[in-house]
């Protein structure tokens, strides 16, 4: 090594070994900073901090890596010493017996071939309710239902209904837009 060399790694290990710092281009002191504290004693990363290092302790693993913590009840277990406690055999209830009922299903009609009909070739806005109702329908007959299937029966009837009516006054219309303005052109 070359004697600037040498000067300037014996400047850097006093540096690190905490010695008085010096500018490297003069022999100045290093000037003091508006905190009050010299560069040496402000807080740099790449040194190390003086004194012994921490104990190697990293305590239990965050949860979610490595193995899980043992389980560790929240009470202490008690274990009776032999021979203390009741000596007669445990009392067992009779095993009860549960009945179930099967559902009547019922038998209301659920429109559905009427639906799709009046979805398709009608008016499909009041066809799509219509068929909704009639799904309702079915389900409610074969759940037990009564009450239910009777309404959403007759809903899918009203709407079906309606889907036809609205059809067949469109097809008028269209018949009769048809015959009107064929004898204009």
Same mark, same amino acid.
């Given at each position: 090594m070359e004697k600037g060399e040498e000067t300037l790694v014996a400047e850097l290990q006093s540096e690190i070994e905490g010695g008085e710092q010096m500018n490297t281009m003069s022999n100045e002191k290093p000037p003091i900073l508006p905190s009050g504290e010299e560069p040496s004693q402000v807080f740099n990363p790449l040194i190390p901090p003086a004194g012994p290092a921490p104990p190697m302790d990293y305590g239990a693993p965050? =949860?979610? /890596?490595? *193995?899980?913590?043992?389980?560790?009840? *929240?009470?202490?277990? /008690?274990?009776?010493?032999?021979?203390?406690? #009741?000596?007669? $055999?445990?009392v067992l209830q009779p095993p009860q017996t549960i009945t %179930?009922?099967?559902? +009547?299903?019922?038998?209301?009609? $659920?429109?559905?071939?009427? #639906? %799709?009909?009046? =979805?398709?070739c009608c008016c499909p806005l009041l066809g799509i309710a219509a068929l909704v109702y009639s799904i309702q329908t079915r389900d409610a007959n074969r759940m037990g239902r009564?009450? $239910? @299937?009777? +309404?959403? #029966?007759?809903? @899918?009837?009203?709407?079906?209904?309606s889907a036809v009516g609205m059809g067949i006054v469109f097809l008028i219309m269209n018949i009769a837009r048809l015959v009107l303005f064929r004898d204009e052109n």
């Open positions: 965050p =949860m979610g /890596y490595g *193995a899980p913590p043992p389980f560790q009840p *929240a009470y202490p277990v /008690y274990y009776a010493p032999p021979g203390a406690g #009741s000596t007669e $055999d445990p %179930i009922t099967p559902v +009547q299903p019922c038998n209301e009609p $659920d429109h559905l071939g009427y #639906s %799709i009909f009046a =979805m398709l009564t009450v $239910d @299937a009777k +309404q959403t #029966s007759r809903r @899918a009837l009203k709407f079906a209904h």
